[in-house]
């Protein structure tokens, strides 16, 4: 972080930042980044950072892919830009959809491109809503979502997003988004609950609120496969297969967000597969185009589809999509993205490294300020606790993971802290397991450093 270079100026001068503290940015500067290479960042001073956190948990290939940019040079120059709509498509959309497919989890036969996550999750809506009333259920329109969750920032995807600073002075959520519990165990669960009786404690909870509801009025359930900017919240033992079921018994479609866990994360394709799950539809972003040009996809069921082609015959139009969806340019890039990701056996390269990253997040957790070790694959979280024996937090405003979190950059290793004080891991995918050492290493000085002013501070 920087006052003094002249892009940190200029920055700050003209760049209104999304999801930043914009007094503290202007106090501390922001973190000019200038390249990538690998697994790392360099700042406009030549600093080094390993990204611990792939950007926004999306770089999947880390920062310097030259297949990639050289996708998007010989798609710009053959069709830089065609459409889909009115029955047309530039060819390479056509491949990425069928290779999407080709790798999707079963029962999912179409896709519709987007250009983000938050866009695909509120085009999912929209299709929640269109298909009920194709149906002839216009009542059927109420959306679930869970506390915590992350869905995007868009009025719809924002209103899902179930964190208080999406919604705070944004007059969010809007009508017809309700939110039951997150499956957050180290929190949530009653002193000797198991992950077995919290799970079904919180599916009573959910059919609870379908049935006050009334079942005729709840549309669609949404969730991530493991919570990501919630705390990386992993679902405990039999959550999803309980909630399943009562989605099954009241008619309520499932939508899987795998905009984090989506491309081999958790360590499968697909977190659906990693936690046995029956979607009727799921959204996918980020890793998708290794984040190197904006994409995202509904992955939609053949039955839905079904629904939505009949739906066309009776009005003319499927009246839905967006300038840029399945834009050649960044179809191009995802395409190119997908066969490295077969090339690579990215699957294969998350489970040989994961346990790495597990292992070395574990060994921190006798340290006192260290409350729960949590994570899957390639995905992680360490939640920084005052007490941990009762498990009491420090005061949110004292900043705690934050600072940890600054003292991780000054030791040349990027993290992400969120509310909570939970510290997140989610390096590139294409990481190895020196890159894992030190990334573990960063955050073990950081949390050396935070002790220290803990102690100083008298906070603990
Ligand atoms: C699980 C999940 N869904 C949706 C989104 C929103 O994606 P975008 O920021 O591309 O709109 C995010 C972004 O972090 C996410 O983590």
Redesign the pocket.
């Known amino acids: 972080m920087s006052l003094t270079t002249s892009a940190a100026r200029r920055d700050l001068a003209f760049h209104l930042h999304p999801s930043t503290n914009l007094r503290q940015v202007q106090s501390e500067g922001p973190l000019v980044i200038t390249r990538g290479e690998g697994v790392y960042v360099y700042d406009d001073e030549g600093r080094r950072y390993l990204e611990g956190m792939s950007g ?3 770089a999947s290939l880390g920062f310097s892919e030259r297949r990639l940019a050289e996708a998007a040079y010989r798609q710009m120059l053959e069709l830089p830009f065609y459409h889909s709509f009115g029955g047309k498509v530039p060819a390479v959309s056509t491949e990425l959809a069928e290779r999407l497919i080709g790798i999707a989890p079963a029962g999912l036969g179409r896709v519709l491109f987007a ?7 509120d085009t999912a809506i929209k299709l929640a809503w269109y298909v009920n009333n194709a149906l002839g259920r216009p009542r059927k329109k109420k959306i679930i979502a869970r506390e915590r ?6 009025i719809a ?1 924002g209103s899902l ?1 179930g964190l208080a600073f999406a919604h705070t002075d944004f007059d969010l959520p809007i009508a017809r988004i309700l939110h039951t519990d997150a499956a957050y165990y180290y929190r949530g669960a009653r002193a000797g609950e198991t992950e077995e009786a919290f799970a079904a404690r919180l599916a009573d909870n959910l059919e609870a609120l379908i049935l006050r509801e009334g079942a005729d009025t709840v549309a669609a359930f949404f969730a ?1 496969p493991v ?3 919630g705390g990386v919240i992993l679902p405990p033992a039999t959550y999803f297969e309980r909630v399943q079921a009562i989605l099954r018994k009241y008619d309520i479609l499932f939508v899987v ?5 989506g491309f081999g994360r958790t360590g499968n394709m697909f977190g659906t597969q990693t936690f046995d799950l029956k979607p009727d539809i799921v ?1 996918v ?2 890793a998708l185009s290794a984040s190197y040009v ?1 994409i ?1 996809a509904n992955l939609v069921s053949t039955a839905l589809y079904e629904i939505l082609l009949r739906q066309s015959d009776k009005l003319g139009i499927f009246g839905h999509g967006y300038t840029y969806s399945s834009h050649p340019v960044s179809a191009a890039v995802a395409l190119e993205t997908l066969k490295i990701y077969e090339e690579r056996d990215i699957v294969a390269q998350v489970r040989r490294v994961a346990p790495r990253m597990q292992a070395g997040m574990r060994s921190h957790a006798d340290h006192p300020l260290v409350g729960d070790v949590r994570g899957v694959g390639l995905i992680g979280a360490i939640e920084i606790v005052r007490d941990k024996a009762t498990k009491q937090s420090f005061e949110p405003k004292a900043g705690v993971a934050a600072f940890l979190v600054r003292r991780a950059q000054h030791h040349g290793v990027i993290l992400r802290s969120m509310p909570g004080d939970i510290v997140a891991f989610c390096p590139p995918l294409i990481v190895k397991e020196v890159e894992i050492d030190e990334m573990l290493a960063g955050f073990g000085k950081a949390l050396d450093d935070t002790a220290a002013m803990v102690r100083e501070k008298g906070l603990a």
């Open positions: 926004l948990w999306c250009n983000s996550g938050s866009e695909a999750n969750a992350y869905h995007g920032v868009t995807s997003t991530e919570m990501g900017a967000d795998e905009v984090i866990c959204t972003a980020k904006p995202s």
